[in-house]
């Protein structure tokens, strides 16, 4: 196994852990969040700006990088790594949000979370000339996916195997199963439905792995199940008993399933091998889910906020483009230490959005990745010192005005 996890603090009567991860492109101090490259890039980053805020792991995606420039152009180029230039641990999801995205939340208001929008590429680019049955892009069988492109409406079709095959190609360190996830309205009967068909894709990923036998990387399987409590301790224990490397929680959440989906889930997980919370990257949602048991977290939100001029502060977000702003000399947070908030202005960051400037989105997503990720950095040191409680508490009131 390419992978190695070290527990090496409980957090006391809880289930949250701090550990270390080994990758064979570095190590991990979990828990971490994990910044998002979709496209083998952070949006409006370069790799070096990424590594200089903090960030330990990239997370790209398989839909996407099949679609373009190719999974095999990638493999050609040297992988994931050499491709985009990032030689730290990585990550790449296994195409199944996609298929919810493609699928039953697209052209609705349904989203993964609660009031949060969805994958905001697909719901944008797709086209009413390509849709296909009921508006769909999409359509699934026990066998896999058929789908559309969301660029130009070519036909393809998505299997177990064919991520993995994908993904190998693409070469991260930490790759995931094929699964179906599901909207949070979706029925009980459909909920299990699908959740079968999880499992299955998780056998068929696991056994074309070991096929394919690329020992570098590392394979997650998923444990789905949608809100419902028996169908989410289920679908642990089936694919806790599966020869993963690490185990990965998706599906449909709301906020208060940080303290019950996902401790139902990591109670019966292994403890000795790593947890990543697909999808999650709200403050309130971190400090819920390390207190239950995980150890990473990828979201696209921070740099999606940031290019649309809504930044991080510990006293809760602001919107840059707001006009009080326009005379603001002050940084975008005075307690922040990252590059931004130590060279420049929120009136110089208004300024930019308002002059449609491209830095604005850069200088803004520098921000908030390094307030998230520092965010978690300061939760992993709190339960080290044994004051998670006590930090949590401050932060929360002093965020969200509780």
């Given at each position: ?281 709200e403050p309130e949602d971190l400090f819920g889910g390390i207190q239950n048991g ?59 959005f308002r002059a449609k400037e491209m830095l604005a989105g850069t200088l803004a ?19 080290l010192d044994e004051s998670f409680f006590e930090f949590k508490e401050e932060f ?7």
């Amino acid at each position: 196994m390419s992978l190695e996890f070290k527990i090496e603090k409980n957090l006391n009567e809880e289930l949250g852990r701090v550990g270390v991860l080994t990758t064979p492109h570095g190590i991990i101090q979990t828990p971490a969040f994990v910044t998002v490259g979709t496209k083998a890039t952070v949006k409006a980053l370069t790799p070096e700006l990424v590594k200089d805020l903090g960030s330990q792991v990239v997370l790209a995606n398989t839909y996407h990088l099949y679609l373009q420039p190719g999974d095999n152009l990638v493999k050609e180029a040297g992988g994931l790594h050499k491709f985009m230039n990032w030689d730290g641990p990585t990550m790449t999801d296994s195409g199944g949000f996609q298929v919810f995205s493609l699928g039953e939340a697209f052209g609705d208001s349904v989203s993964k979370i609660a009031k949060k929008t969805e994958d905001e590429s697909l719901r944008s680019s797709a086209s009413n000339k390509i849709e296909g049955n009921s508006g769909r892009l999409m359509d699934i069988d026990d066998g896999g996916v058929n789908f559309r492109s969301h660029i130009d409406g070519s036909k393809h079709r998505f299997t177990p195997e064919k991520s993995i095959e994908i993904q190998h190609n693409i070469g991260a360190d930490m790759i995931f199963a094929f699964d179906e996830c599901t909207s949070p309205n979706a029925s009980y009967g459909y909920q299990k439905e699908a959740l079968d068909r999880t499992h299955r894709w998780a056998e068929r990923s696991l056994s074309q792995h070991k096929k394919l036998g690329v020992e570098e990387q590392s394979l997650f399987g998923i444990v789905q199940g949608g809100r419902f409590e028996d169908l989410r301790k289920y679908s642990a224990q089936v694919i806790s008993q599966m020869d993963f490397d690490g185990f990965g929680i998706g599906g449909s959440f709301e906020k208060e399933d940080m303290y019950t989906a996902v401790g139902w889930v990591n109670q019966i997980l292994p403890k000795e091998k790593p947890r990543h919370l697909l999808g999650i990257g709200e403050p309130e949602d971190l400090f819920g889910g390390i207190q239950n048991g995980i150890d990473l977290f990828d979201c696209v939100s921070p740099t999606r906020m940031g290019r649309n001029g809504t930044l991080h502060t510990e006293d809760g977000r602001i919107n840059i483009n707001n006009s009080k702003f326009q005379n603001d000399f002050g940084p975008i947070d005075k307690e922040c230490e990252c590059y931004v908030c130590k060279n420049y202005s929120r009136a110089y960051l208004s300024h930019l959005f308002r002059a449609k400037e491209m830095l604005a989105g850069t200088l803004a997503s520098i921000h908030n990745l390094y307030f998230i990720t520092h965010l978690v950095d300061k939760i992993r040191q709190s339960i080290l010192d044994e004051s998670f409680f006590e930090f949590k508490e401050e932060f929360l009131k002093r965020y969200y005005k509780y």
